[in-house]
């Protein structure tokens, strides 16, 4: 197999076409897929969310469907539906949009819970369950969700369930003054993603999601990820904490940026730059501290100061 690095970079580097001036939010998508997890974007509208998604799609060559999450929508415009057929007199399933590699679940927020909910099984255990028959979804498979962080009216928060089942949250950010004239220059005539075409494919990405897990993570580094998730739940203003899956999380993505940077094994760097979008999304504030304004940026900051980095003293 090519070199997962060099597989990775042009990844980035196509997208890189569409999305201008991101490279550290792509470098958070791109490891959600070499992870094998799913991606939170929570952003205002016109940042580039739903693009980033379809440039993701097309450039690793995986099959894409979009779902427009809205207050109607039923959990089986989700998973699908099984239809009686009166010439063979059985029933055959219809699979919804669920089913397919990349798939952008849009204003996720808009939905109500029961819709929601009808992602639960497909992002966690691979899979959806339809009048008692289970289908596997293919690989690889990837989760992209959005939603407007301003808006709230008639909308659903994601429950803490949903949340927690997501790898990494991200905010795309406006761009800057000179990459949004860019942005105008290459979009005056046709859009770049028309034009996007495939720089791997659906194996390869496999092949580098395995690569990914035999990063070589020393038991050190994983007693100080354990020792990160343990501090937000025994911290003061946290009313509940990161689970066993947040530190599985930062464990997970703690090797595909490792692999990134080149290295077959991960540094305490590598879990320090990932701890917020891994873990920041997954903390409960209590209410005492959210009254105060306390963030579950802050809560982590905090915790990364009361945690010993592998080989040095905590600071007092």
Do not use: W
């Amino acid at each position: 197999m090519e070199d997962p690095k060099l597989i990775a970079e042009r990844l980035i580097s196509n997208v890189e076409n569409v999305i201008i001036g991101k490279n550290r939010e792509l470098r958070l998508a791109i490891t959600a897929l070499l992870c094998g997890g799913h991606l939170l974007v929570e952003d205002v509208p016109g940042v580039g969310k739903t693009m980033l998604a379809r440039a993701i799609a097309v450039s690793s060559g995986c099959s894409f469907r979009r779902i427009q999450f809205t207050p109607d929508l039923l959990p089986s415009d989700v998973t699908g539906v099984s239809i009686y057929n009166q010439q063979s007199n059985e029933f055959e399933f219809r699979s919804g949009p669920i089913i397919s590699q990349v798939v952008l679940a849009d204003e996720i927020n808009r939905a109500t819970p029961k819709t929601q909910s009808s992602l639960l099984e497909a992002m966690e255990e691979r899979q959806v369950t339809v009048d008692g028959v289970t289908h596997k979804m293919p690989s690889p498979f990837m989760v992209m969700a959005t939603q407007n962080p301003i808006e709230y009216e008639g909308t659903f928060p994601l429950p803490e369930a949903q949340l927690d089942r997501f790898l990494i949250r991200v905010n795309l950010g406006y761009p800057s003054a000179d990459d949004e004239v860019t942005v105008l220059d290459e979009q005056q005539v046709n859009h770049p993603v028309d034009s996007l075409s495939p720089v791997t494919d659906p194996s390869e990405i496999a092949q580098v999601q395995g690569a990914v897990r035999e990063v070589y993570i020393d038991p050190l580094i994983k007693q100080y990820i354990v020792a990160l998730a343990g501090a937000t739940r025994e911290h003061e203003d946290v009313y509940l904490g990161a689970s066993p899956r947040g530190s599985i999380a930062l464990l997970r993505t703690s090797q595909a940026s490792a692999l990134l940077d080149g290295r077959d094994y991960v540094i305490p760097d590598d879990v320090k730059d990932l701890v917020f979008v891994s873990l920041e999304h997954r903390i409960i504030i209590s209410p005492g501290a959210r009254v105060k304004g306390t963030t579950a940026a802050d809560i982590l900051a905090d915790c990364l100061g009361r945690v010993a980095v592998p080989g040095t003293r905590p600071k007092a």
